[in-house]
């Protein structure tokens, strides 16, 4: 049960109002950089998102922390995400939180050769690193739930679930609107 409610979690991800608005025309120019470019992008958004999902879930565990106190962490985070998506306020002050994140982002992925396979990879990492703080409710609801695995390697299966509902959306977007872009 936790991997398709990981699953349904990566799905509802992007159809959020800090990226929904930005993601046509991510997968516009993966489109139009490679065929391939869509899946390219989705795979290395999965993989930032496993990889901070995991990581989270591990120095939980270093510091000490069981799965109810990480758990019980998640759900804060989620209620205080998603009332900086309700309220203008809260999001103004998270976008001028993560604005310095956003602006390194932004000019690496301006090196980044966006013609290649490579290139979108690192893309799809960097946007996965700079859009965790924007999802941060269905995340956050992924790493709970990871963080209540009895392993590490349970929590690494969870969001490999998660990301790869996210990858779902991302390809079936990329591949769905190809005609229409």
Do not use: H
Request: hydrophobic share 55%; proline share 4%; with cysteine.
């Amino acid at each position: 049960m936790e991997f398709v409610l990981a699953y349904a979690a990566g799905l509802l991800t992007l159809i959020n109002p800090c990226v929904l608005p930005v993601l046509p025309v991510v997968l516009a120019g993966a489109l139009g950089a490679n065929p391939k470019g869509p899946l390219a992008l989705a795979a290395g958004m999965s993989v930032s998102f496993v990889l901070l999902g995991v990581v989270v879930t591990a120095f939980g565990r270093a510091l000490g922390l069981d799965e109810q106190s990480v758990a019980q962490a998640g759900a804060v985070l989620m209620v205080a995400f998603g009332l900086m998506l309700l309220v203008p306020r809260f999001g103004m002050v998270l976008s001028g939180a993560t604005a310095g994140m956003s602006a390194r982002a932004d000019a690496q992925m301006n090196t980044l050769d966006q013609g290649s396979l490579r290139g979108q990879f690192a893309g799809g990492l960097l946007l996965g690193a700079v859009w965790s703080p924007c999802i941060g409710p269905t995340l956050g609801g992924a790493i709970a739930l990871a963080s209540q695995g009895e392993s590490l390697g349970l929590a690494t299966l969870i969001m490999v679930a998660f990301a790869l509902g996210v990858s779902t959306l991302i390809i079936g977007l990329g591949y769905g609107t190809r005609a229409w872009l």
